[in-house]
């Protein structure tokens, strides 16, 4: 098992360890409560830490989090099915459930 990171809270610290685990790298997040107590140990120590079970993972969990923090580039693009605008970063129209079409396919 190895620590792949720390995170400023447990919202990002979970999101982080579900998507490690999406992508194949089963992963745990460890010290969740420790916030509690921030003041009685320094506060650096009192993240929630995110770690992978398999440590063969652990360079391609720092690099899929470096992804993860990274913003996503791009133009936006229309919905063809209902015409709703939406940013690069998403795959699916929020209105209709159409997907993104695919930009060779235009």
Same mark, same amino acid.
């Given at each position: 098992m190895k620590r792949?990171?720390? *995170?400023?809270? &447990?919202?990002? @610290?979970?999101?982080? *360890?579900?998507? &490690?685990?999406? @992508?194949?790298?089963? *992963?745990?997040?460890?010290?969740?409560?420790?916030?509690s107590i921030a003041g009685e140990i320094p506060p650096d120590q009192c993240d929630p830490t995110v770690w992978v079970l398999d440590d063969a993972d652990l360079p391609r969990a720092r690099q899929l989090l470096r992804e993860l923090r990274a913003p996503v580039r791009g133009s936006g693009w229309i919905c063809p099915g209902c015409g709703e605008r939406h940013g690069p970063q998403f795959a699916q129209?929020?209105?209709?459930?159409?997907?993104?079409?695919?930009?060779?396919?235009?």
């Open positions: 792949v990171d720390s *995170a400023p809270n &447990l919202v990002i @610290a979970t999101l982080w *360890a579900d998507a &490690l685990t999406s @992508a194949g790298m089963p *992963a745990e997040v460890f010290s969740r409560y420790l916030s129209c929020w209105n209709c459930g159409r997907a993104r079409p695919d930009p060779g396919s235009a």
